[in-house]
């Protein structure tokens, strides 16, 4: 194939070759062509001409020769008849004949210069003259001249005859002028489809001093001398010798010019009316061209659909494996991602940001691509056998620029239908675009020039048969450009991609390549590793369109005087092949580019199942001013007018923002990674909801307490149940701002807010059900259950967040040694800070208020619903007091400093990130941000479920037998009496008194009197707190009980969980802590707890 898309070039370029005459007469010089093979090699296959005045060489063709000159017929005395002189110009002599020349051979050929001109184009047909001045060889053969017509006047000679010849030829030597024609049906739409030169538009002037060795001696086979009325077959002594041999020499330089040009015409079309040589070149070529030309897309949906019958080497469970697009929101992460950010405007540089990451990549501000081709060991040549010489074109090496001109970028699209659901998508195939404004290809082209086959001894090679002989070659070497404007091209890539397979892949040995010395190979290890994941990979379609192509130019060494005929040549090929390209294109590359390209593909990744061939990435390559990423200057600094005006764009008619980012991101966390808590939420078509979450089934139960099972205190169920925590419209972000921060190269800071939509108020809700359910309820006797269900909210709008770093230090080498498996973990991630600063944290909500929503309670009714329990009337009144009321900013403040404290603290852990931790390491790392929670509420939770497990549990230690105790302590003091609890009638009396008769169930004890003695009386603050009511027996009376109520808020019952005093509440001040005050306490009944009681009881004389 190579050789058939170089054939079209090669002939164009033949004209180059001939450019350049010293580069041509180095090959011409030293070799020897002919006589067999060679043009006209033996008799049998002998080169013919028809003699033709015109070809004769003008510097002769008017020279006067006279045949008869002073001659007398008839001489008596003196002449009786005559004398005679019959003169005339060379060309006037030569009327015609035949000649054939056979074992020509030739040498010292060489030419001085060369031109071409463009004589009439159309759309059918470009007529151009070429130009040889000053042709020199030494040539010698043999010739047969056939009935060569002499006349002038009424003097004529027919002469036939055989001699060997020879040439030399001057300094002035010979020229040569011929015209070709290049047609085809419309030079719009095809290239060129046949050439020809026409043997009439030959001029040749022949400057050859040709020598006959049949005029020494005057031995010809026929010569018939007529002379009008003397007749014919007369002698020829009377005819001068010098003149016949001028006239005879001229014609026959000219029957050589001849041969010459029937050579030339013979190249196109043979005397048998057959295509010749170069046509037969360019039929060759044209149905390659036309076949190339002509291929289409495969069917993009049809391959989507039926991967498995269209693969033979896919298997059905590579395909189950592998990353299915339509559902995974991986490639809509990476897909928005690259084309907002690349694909937007820089408003530095006016043009798209990827263009500033190809000349970061490249390493050049040309957005060049240079391939060595020798080096890849790529080898792109045709020769064109031309017989006199095999001229090869062999590209060299290959340069791209103008790739950093690119117009549009869009890449990863799978939807086929503008569908955003799974059903109008494609499984596996993405689809690209991009627009280049401007790209020049400049290639380096070596033309050599080697034996053809005409060439029969050189001195650096010696006679034919030469094997392998290339010493007697000479070789050219330039540069050809050509660029094209608005280069359009889409792509369609179907890919069973299995993500997994790459988690021992290190990023650096994908991104970290040397593309800037080497692209080539940098693509080709960056494949090698890519290549596992890849069960296939395939470019469905491949399209190509060009707006335009400029005239190409072409630069060559030492070109001083040829400048006029490189013009002419490029302004040719220009005519004649340009727009047919143009048109051809799309067809090329599907037809040609693309089966190509999937055929490596296949080779070189398809089918390559493991990581042998992967290079590792060499950490420490990276220079010093380049290892960190710069905010500032760098290319991430084209990230800000992205973030700002892209995703930060909440416009409606706005494709993106950053809430679908987020949306895709929570997304993907919620299908790959397990312990990611949240999954979004679904409505009744399974369609999911954006911006709305909720816990996943594991982690749904967030809290579970349990009551105390002690004695069986509580028999059946007792417990409070917090569960389904939910996020609503987590899509609110309506202001993103990030720009360069500090004083460095690496600051960074960013704020965005929470709580709009379309210009409309839309707070953050955030929701947790909760359940009480406790069987027979002691509160309250007349229930056997109590099962309450109610749904608490958090409602915050406007919720402004503000990040400072004076310092992100993120080593690029350490990115570039994760493996892709790593980048699922914190401390992995952290791994590859050196460090950072935090200056500045902020979390604020201007509006908050909470909401209880307590299930079958309406909190428009008057009051609670009849046959509730207390607990039901607590809820209702809360319901009642929250729904539309703005809270106080006592709870605003706490939100407020739960949410501003946790962002703090979040920041604080990475900030103090253990930075010893390395990629090698962080596997076994500690997670900074696992305790999330205690971050948020800027204090450890309590954990209550084992605060309980450890109250109820049995005692670990056995308390000490009292009598026992009692033995240890006597006996210590010598000489002690110790008073007898037993023996004492005080102690007697005050258990009479305090105590209650256990014997005697109507009287009270001392204490349940002093109770209601208390609850008769006031006027003190401590008669006060005691008062009468009656309250449920528990059988469904009444009975007369005391109840006391004490005001602890005149007591100082203040609690301050954090260490900041005083506090004070502002609408516009976040309090960073929180605390909370006993107002009263109200026990009904303390009279119970005294109803009964012992004091004193003794056990022994010293132990109660």
């Not at 939770?941 to 450890?950: D, F, K, Q, R, S």
Request: charged share 20%; hydrophobic share 40%.
């Amino acid at each position: 194939m190579a050789r058939k898309v170089f054939i079209f070039l090669s002939v164009l370029f033949v004209s180059f070759v001939l450019a350049k005459a010293d580069f041509l007469n180095d090959y011409l010089n030293t070799k020897v062509f002919g006589a067999d093979p060679g043009p006209c090699p033996n008799e049998a296959n002998k080169c013919e001409t028809e003699l033709d005045p015109n070809r004769l060489n003008p510097l002769v063709a008017n020279i006067e020769v006279c045949l008869i000159e002073d001659y007398c017929v008839l001489e008596i005395i003196g002449c009786v008849i005559g004398p005679f002189t019959i003169c005339a110009p060379i060309k006037d002599w030569i009327k015609g004949g035949h000649v054939e020349i056979w074992d020509l051979q030739c040498t010292n050929v060489g030419v001085t210069a060369l031109n071409l001109r463009t004589l009439s184009s159309s759309s059918t047909e470009v007529v151009a003259q070429a130009f040889a001045d000053n042709i020199q060889q030494s040539c010698n053969g043999e010739m047969y001249f056939t009935d060569v017509e002499i006349s002038f006047g009424d003097l004529g000679a027919i002469v036939s005859g055989g001699s060997l010849f020879y040439t030399n030829s001057p300094s002035s030597g010979t020229n040569l002028d011929f015209q070709f024609i290049l047609s085809a049906s419309d030079f719009n739409e095809e290239i060129p489809q046949e050439i020809q030169i026409p043997v009439e538009d030959c001029i040749i002037n022949i400057g050859a001093n040709l020598e006959l060795d049949v005029l020494n001696g005057n031995k010809f086979d026929k010569f018939i001398l007529c002379i009008g009325f003397l007749g014919c077959n007369l002698s020829v002594a009377f005819l001068d010798a010098e003149g016949l041999t001028n006239i005879l020499v001229a014609a026959f330089e000219a029957a050589f010019g001849g041969v010459m040009c029937d050579i030339l015409a013979q190249s196109t079309t043979t005397l048998d009316n057959q295509p010749g040589i170069l046509n037969i070149e360019l039929d060759e070529f044209n149905e390659f061209f036309n076949n190339i030309s002509q291929g289409t897309p495969d069917d993009v949906l049809a391959i989507d659909a039926n991967p498995l019958g269209t693969f033979g080497y896919l298997s059905s469970t590579d395909l189950q494996n592998s990353m299915d697009f339509s559902d995974d929101d991986l490639i809509e992460i990476v897909s928005v991602g690259l084309n907002d950010w690349l694909g937007q405007v820089d408003p530095n540089s006016g043009r798209l940001v990827v263009n500033d990451v190809i000349e970061q990549l490249l390493g050049n501000e040309d957005g060049e691509f240079n391939i060595d081709l020798v080096n890849e060991g790529i080898i792109l040549e045709d020769t064109i056998p031309l017989q006199i010489t095999n001229v090869t074109i062999k590209l060299t090496e290959f340069n791209i620029q103008g790739l950093d001109t690119i117009t549009a970028f869009n890449l990863m699209e799978n939807n086929y239908d503008q569908g955003s659901v799974p059903a109008d998508r494609m499984k596996y195939t993405l689809n690209h675009t991009m627009f280049v404004d401007g790209i020049t290809f400049l290639m380096d082209i070596d033309i050599n020039l080697a034996r053809g086959d005409w060439v029969t001894y050189s001195p650096e090679c010696g006679s034919i048969p030469i094997i392998d002989c290339d010493l007697d070659s000479v070789q050219l070497s330039f540069q050809f450009g050509l660029t094209l404007s608005v280069v359009k091209m889409t792509a369609s890539i179907f890919s069973a991609f299995q993500p997994d397979l790459l988690d021992d892949v290190q990023v650096g040995q994908i991104l970290g390549r040397d593309f800037r010395s080497d692209p080539l190979e940098a693509l080709r290890e960056t494949s090698r590793c890519l290549a596992p994941a890849f069960h296939a990979l395939f470019f469905s379609s491949l399209g190509l369109s060009i707006d335009e192509i400029f005239d190409p130019v072409s630069i060559i060494p030492d070109s001083s005087g040829l400048a006029v005929l490189i013009t002419n040549t490029i302004n040719l090929v220009n005519d004649v092949g340009k727009s047919a390209f143009r048109l051809a294109a799309p067809g090329i590359f599907q037809g040609s580019v693309r089966p190509s390209l999937n055929e490596f593909l296949k080779d070189e990744v398809v089918l390559i199942a493991n990581l042998d061939n992967c290079e590792d990435y060499i950490p420490g390559q990276i220079p010093a001013d380049e290892l960190y990423l710069n905010f500032e200057t760098g290319t991430f600094s084209n990230i800000y007018p992205v973030i700002n005006d892209v995703l930060g764009n909440f416009d409606p008619l706005s494709s993106t923002d950053m809430n679908d980012l987020i949306q895709v991101i929570l997304e993907y966390y919620s299908a790959q990674v397990d312990d990611f808590p949240l999954q979004p939420q679904t409505n009744a078509a399974d369609e999911v909801i954006p911006g709305f979450w909720e816990t996943k089934g594991q982690f749904n139960d967030t809290i579970f307490i349990e009551a105390f099972r002690g004695n069986g205190l509580y028999p059946g169920d007792a417990f409070i149940n917090a569960f389904n925590f939910k996020i609503q419209d987590l899509d609110t972000i309506y202001t993103l701002n990030a720009e360069y921060f500090g004083n460095t190269q690496n600051g960074l800071s960013m704020d965005f807010s929470f709580g709009e939509k379309n210009g409309f108020d839309q707070p953050l809700v955030l929701s947790m059900d909760w359940r009480v359910k406790v069987d027979n309820p002691p509160v309250d006797r007349t229930i056997t259950q109590m099962d309450e269900l109610f749904t608490f909210n958090i409602i915050l709008g406007g919720i402004d967040v503000e990040l400072d770093l004076d310092q992100i230090l993120m080593n690029i080498d350490y990115i570039y040694q994760l493996r892709f498996g790593q980048l699922q973990t914190t401390p992995c991630l952290l791994s590859v800070l050196e460090g950072i600063a935090v200056v500045k944290t902020l979390v604020n909500s201007s509006k908050i208020f909470a909401e209880v929503e307590v299930n079958g309670m309406n909190p428009n009714d008057a009051s609670p619903p009849g046959g509730s329990n207390y607990f039901q009337e607590s809820l209702f009144y809360l319901q009642k007091a929250t729904l539309g009321v703005d809270p106080s900013r006592q709870f605003k403040a706490m939100v407020n400093t739960i949410l501003d404290n946790g962002f703090a603290d979040t920041m604080k852990s990475i900030e103090e990130f253990d930075t010893s931790v390395t990629p090698a390491t962080c596997d076994n790392a500690d997670d900074p941000l696992g305790s999330i929670v205690g971050s948020f509420t800027g204090f450890e939770l309590p954990n209550i479920t084992g605060t309980v497990a450890v109250c109820i549990a049995d005692p670990t230690e056995t308390p000490l037998n009292p009598l026992a105790a009692e033995a240890e302590v006597i006996g210590i003091f010598d000489n002690v009496t110790y008073f007898s609890f037993q023996d004492s009638i005080i102690v007697d009396q005050l258990q009479g008194e305090f105590g209650t008769n256990q014997d005697d169930a109507t009287r009270n004890g001392i204490l349940q009197d002093i109770v209601f003695l208390l609850a008769n009386q006031s006027g003190t603050p401590l008669t006060d707190a005691f008062y009468l009511e009656e309250i449920d027996d528990g059988s469904g009376g009444l009975v007369e009980a005391v109840t006391l109520y004490l005001k602890l808020n005149e007591s100082n019952f203040l609690f301050d969980l954090f260490d900041i005093d005083p506090l004070v509440y502002t609408d516009d001040t976040i309090i960073p802590g929180m605390e909370f005050e006993f107002i009263d306490i109200t026990i009904k009944g303390i009279d119970r707890f005294v109803s009964k009681s012992k004091f004193l009881d003794f056990l022994s004389d010293f132990v109660t």
